[in-house]
């Protein structure tokens, strides 16, 4: 079965440089969340998305940005970036509101692991 | 193949209860386990594990990681409707530096 696909896997960047993940969700989600987990650090929610729109927006950084497109991909889009960044970025992807129906299974990717050097 | 696996895929009790909820992993090389509770929105996270035998506990619920055995349990006393959700589990693979997730347990805490 399809899951959900993050690119790349690994990525290297120097400061200041600028940085895209992609997620491409389980066909027929709609709707796709982003986390980051730095080194030793508890996972933070960033954002998430549902039908191309902005559904709940946690610690992202101003120098974040993100947006989902009409084929329910999602792109995480990182400016000026800091060695603070360097942390393994997942998302998830679920069918249906998730403000409408409680407890829809959520599918999550392997990871992009960001190193800022 | 790195697998996480949860059990029950559901529980349903009556407030008040006691609830325990099982993930064991079999991956090629740990670094920690994660338990993420998903209601309505995105999931929040609970707890991070990785060392054996330390109870992590926050106001009801609590977790514990066996390194030997594989295993990693979540407890929750004294449900309340409002813990009615899908508890996820999730394994860190170092070196891979990515997550491999359990199918979740959908939790239905009844009045």
């Known amino acids: 079965a399809a899951g959900v696909i993050q690119s790349p896997r690994h990525l290297i960047k120097e400061k200041r440089e600028t940085a895209t993940l992609k997620c491409y969700p389980i066909p027929r989600h709609d709707t796709v969340y982003w986390y980051q987990q730095g080194p030793g650090q508890d996972p933070q929610f960033l954002i998430s998305?549902?039908?191309?729109?902005?559904?709940d927006k946690g610690s992202i950084p101003d120098r974040f940005s993100a947006q989902q497109f009409s084929d329910y991909h999602s792109e995480l889009n990182m400016s000026s970036l800091e060695l603070g960044d360097s942390a393994l970025y997942f998302c998830a992807s679920s069918s249906g509101s998730s403000t409408r129906t409680s407890g829809n299974t959520i599918y999550f990717g392997e990871g992009s692991w960001l190193t800022v050097v | 193949e790195d697998k996480v696996v949860q059990s029950p895929l559901s529980l349903v009790v009556h407030e008040g209860d006691t609830v325990t909820l099982n993930c064991s992993y079999e991956?090629?090389?740990?670094?920690?386990l994660l338990w993420y509770k998903q209601e309505k929105k995105a999931p929040t996270f609970l707890f991070m594990l990785?060392?054996?035998?330390i109870e992590k506990k926050s106001g009801r619920l609590s977790s514990i990681l066996d390194k030997k055995e594989l295993f990693s349990i979540l407890n929750i006393t004294a449900t309340q409707t409002g813990d009615s959700a899908v508890y996820l589990c999730?394994?860190?693979?170092?070196?891979?530096?990515?997550?491999?997730f359990g199918q979740g347990t959908r939790l239905t805490i009844n009045p």
């Open positions: 991956v090629t090389n740990f670094r920690s």
């Open positions: 998305f549902y039908e191309k729109m902005q559904s």
């Open positions: 990785t060392s054996s035998g």
């Open positions: 999730a394994v860190e693979i170092q070196g891979a530096q990515k997550l491999v």
